[in-house]
């Protein structure tokens, strides 16, 4: 992971957990929300798995950002799509992906989501199947119309072999 993405992403774990200790008028999250969210995951997965990267990039926000391992980040929709399009992700088939969250917590239209993946997958015209381990953060915002969408996408992989 380069040094400039580590620094970047403690930054974020820090202002999350500043965030998660703050008590201030905002409500905490309620039950249904914490089943939405949790939605919005277990969509991602399902389109993940399906191959779907429409159905997975309508999950995030026109706004958002993704910050992915030894990359530049990717502002905005427009730029994940080129992202995922240049590392050639419609060729990219999951074999198995197992992706349980690990924490929701949050506070008004701001939640956030630990998890961890592990996943076995091939690409398109290539014999190997790659496996590999990562821990991930996602923030997510409460939308007009209540629904929530990722804000923020941030992954790094449990050792160098795995990117």
Known sequence: MSMRLGQLTRCVVGFLVLLSG??????????ADVAAIRAVHEAFEA??????????????????VQLA???????GR?????????????????LE???????VDGSGDVAYVWGTITQRATWEGQDNVIENGAEMLQLLRRQPDGSWLVALDIWHYHSEEDL
């Open 22 to 31: 703050c008590t201030s008028e905002a409500a905490d999250l309620s039950e």
């Open 47 to 64: 389109a993940a798995m399906a191959g779907d990267w429409d159905a997975a990039l309508a999950l995030y926000t026109e706004d958002a």
């Open 69 to 75: 391992p030894e990359e530049p980040p990717a502002l």
């Open 78 to 94: 427009a730029a994940i799509v080129e992202r995922w399009e240049r590392i050639g992700i419609r060729g990219l088939t999951f």
């Open 97 to 103: 992906r197992d992706h349980p969250i690990q924490k």
